[in-house]
């Protein structure tokens, strides 16, 4: 097993998990590049790793195939020491309910909360046999205020932080830490459709937010600095909900 600390983003080749990628290399760490069908994104989010001064590597797999990403998990613990875990990786499919198709619902609640176990339960095992670990879950505003068109996003971002703060109590006593981060309005490629004036309207700060600031929240979660906060929910949202 490599020596070095490792951190595993799931979605890190792009948005808010390449910024996290980027932010937890130059907090020295070797980076698990989590991510689905966009090898070339991927590829570049490694690069600039490498640029960072740190190292990584590419785990391909898709985290709502509970069989395969068992196996690969299990492996990835075998051969690295990962102390940090970002369970980043999500979708969107907005519309209202009385017009969401069960396929709708089905996608996002199976992407943004039903991995939840499959991805975390391997490493969680690593993370409690080692004594050790940080584990940052990115939710969502929309899970703590609820915003209309998202009944099924909302709901998936609302359940991973009561998982985050149950998890928190399982794994405390072997100084594994969980916490959630809820960015609010985030200027990436999922909110590229969004009416982003119309949104700002209700941002105290009258900006959207960036991918690195959203980062800058789980380097701290992930550090020493943050050896006693668990179960917590830090906001990254402009304040739009407080």
């Known amino acids: ?8 983003i799931t979605g890190g080749s792009r948005g808010i998990g390449r910024a996290t990628s980027i932010r937890l290399a130059r907090d020295g760490y070797h980076i698990l590049i989590n991510f689905r069908e966009n090898k070339e994104e991927a590829e570049r989010t490694l690069s600039m790793i490498t ?9 391909p797999f ?18 690295h020491c990962i102390h940090v875990l970002v369970f980043c990786a999500g979708i969107r499919n907005d519309e209202l309910l009385i017009f969401m198709s069960q396929e709708q619902w089905d996608t996002v609640l199976n992407t943004n909360l039903t991995s939840f176990h499959a991805v975390l339960k391997p490493v969680v ?6 004594r050790t670990g940080r584990i940052v879950v990115i939710s969502s505003t929309s ?3 609820g915003l209309a068109g998202q009944v099924n996003y909302s709901a998936a971002k609302a359940g991973l932080i009561g998982a985050v703060k149950a998890l928190a109590r399982e794994c405390a006593k072997r100084d594994v830490l969980v ?18 004036k119309k949104l700002l309207q209700n941002v ?3 900006r959207p937010g960036t991918p690195e600031e959203v980062a800058a929240a789980v380097s701290f979660l992930a550090s020493d600095d943050a050896s006693y906060i668990t179960g917590q929910v830090l906001g990254v949202n402009g304040g739009v909900y407080m």
């Open 1 to 8: 097993m490599s020596q070095k600390r490792a951190a595993l």
């Open 143 to 145: 899970g703590e205020s």
């Open 204 to 206: 105290p700060l009258n």
């Open 51 to 59: 640029e960072a001064g740190s190292s990584g590597e590419l785990c």
């Open 62 to 79: 898709d985290i709502t195939d509970r069989k395969a990403a068992t196996e690969i998990l299990e492996q990835l613990t075998e051969k």
């Open 179 to 196: 916490n959630a981060v809820t960015p609010g309005l985030i200027s990436t490629d999922m909110t590229e459709e969004v009416n982003e």
């Open 125 to 130: 095992r690593h993370m409690m046999l080692n």
